[in-house]
């Protein structure tokens, strides 16, 4: 019997997916150990967010299975692979606005070591808000409430699309030291899908860059956060001058 516990806590094999007849992921392998962050890089529209909602489990499957510590979770319901061990924040954040802070976290909690009283600590801001609806935090507290109701799933893996679209450059910072804390700190998994290849090369592991819903590049972060000539031909990152 395979020793689960050097298993990776996300392992992707040969996954190929889409929606309906559009295959948008074709034929995507990694995988991320405890404590290791990668960074989905690429242009808009191939295949980076079609790859979180895969590994969750709200696309159509053609090929290829996703597994969690060793156990295949493939044919599992999005609901179950997130009780399974994965947290997702999507880009739409999804948070509850009708519902308070508080009740936000609350309503999704599991047992673990992630608690209410945790999940403040981390986020002093929200809690702060603890009273107030949803809807009415700012942008970046509104993240800052998705990330910790992810947390409260107590989750192994983490998801993250875009976690910093549209923030102030001092909330950007923030997240940016709050996710490099639950991957060293915590030994969390993740997965982030952002625009701005710079700023999550220098905290994450590994990377990957997409092209049609294949990876074209796949290596560290610090090698491909130097070789401006791979960011430019992939990502339209140019290196400025003067």
């Given at each position: 019997?395979?020793?689960?516990?050097k298993a990776?806590?996300?392992?992707?094999?040969?996954?190929?997916?889409?929606?309906?007849?559009?295959?948008?992921?074709?034929?995507?392998?990694?995988?991320?150990?405890?404590?290791?962050?990668?960074?989905v890089l690429?242009?808009?529209?191939?295949?980076?967010?079609?790859?979180?909602?895969?590994?969750?489990?709200?696309?159509?499957?053609?090929?290829?299975?996703?597994?969690?510590?060793?156990?295949?979770?493939?044919?599992?319901?999005?609901?179950?692979?997130?009780?399974?061990?994965?947290?997702?924040?999507?880009?739409?954040?999804?948070?509850?606005?009708?519902?308070?802070?508080?009740?936000?976290?609350?309503?999704?909690?599991?047992?673990?070591?992630?608690?209410?009283?945790?999940?403040?600590?981390?986020?002093?801001?929200?809690?702060?808000?603890?009273?107030?609806?949803?809807?009415?935090?700012?942008?970046g507290e509104?993240?800052?409430?998705?990330?910790?109701?992810?947390?409260?799933?107590?989750?192994?893996?983490?998801?993250?699309?875009?976690?910093?679209?549209?923030?102030?450059?001092?909330?950007?910072?923030?997240?940016?030291?709050?996710?490099?804390?639950?991957?060293?700190?915590?030994?969390?998994?993740?997965?982030?899908?952002?625009?701005?290849?710079?700023?999550?090369?220098?905290?994450?592991?590994?990377?990957?860059?997409?092209?049609?819903?294949?990876?074209?590049?796949?290596?560290?972060?610090?090698?491909?956060?130097?070789?401006?000539?791979?960011?430019?031909?992939?990502?339209?990152?140019?290196?400025?001058?003067?």
């Amino acid at each position: 019997m395979a020793d689960v516990t050097k298993a990776p806590l996300l392992e992707i094999e040969d996954l190929v997916s889409g929606y309906g007849e559009a295959v948008v992921v074709d034929g995507i392998s990694l995988s991320l150990q405890a404590g290791q962050a990668m960074a989905v890089l690429g242009r808009n529209g191939v295949g980076k967010t079609t790859l979180l909602n895969s590994i969750i489990g709200i696309t159509q499957r053609r090929r290829g299975h996703v597994r969690l510590h060793g156990r295949d979770v493939t044919a599992l319901s999005a609901e179950r692979r997130a009780q399974a061990g994965i947290g997702w924040v999507p880009q739409e954040r999804n948070i509850f606005k009708s519902l308070t802070v508080e009740e936000n976290l609350t309503a999704v909690a599991r047992p673990g070591p992630w608690t209410l009283k945790r999940a403040y600590t981390l986020f002093p801001r929200i809690e702060q808000r603890r009273r107030n609806l949803g809807g009415q935090l700012s942008g970046g507290e509104q993240q800052m409430l998705a990330i910790a109701r992810a947390l409260m799933l107590n989750p192994i893996v983490m998801l993250l699309d875009e976690p910093t679209e549209g923030l102030a450059p001092i909330i950007v910072d923030e997240l940016m030291v709050t996710l490099t804390r639950l991957v060293r700190d915590e030994g969390l998994a993740m997965l982030v899908v952002e625009q701005h290849a710079q700023r999550l090369l220098g905290i994450t592991h590994e990377a990957i860059i997409l092209e049609r819903g294949r990876i074209v590049w796949h290596g560290k972060s610090s090698i491909l956060a130097a070789d401006k000539v791979t960011l430019e031909k992939h990502l339209g990152v140019t290196q400025r001058t003067g």
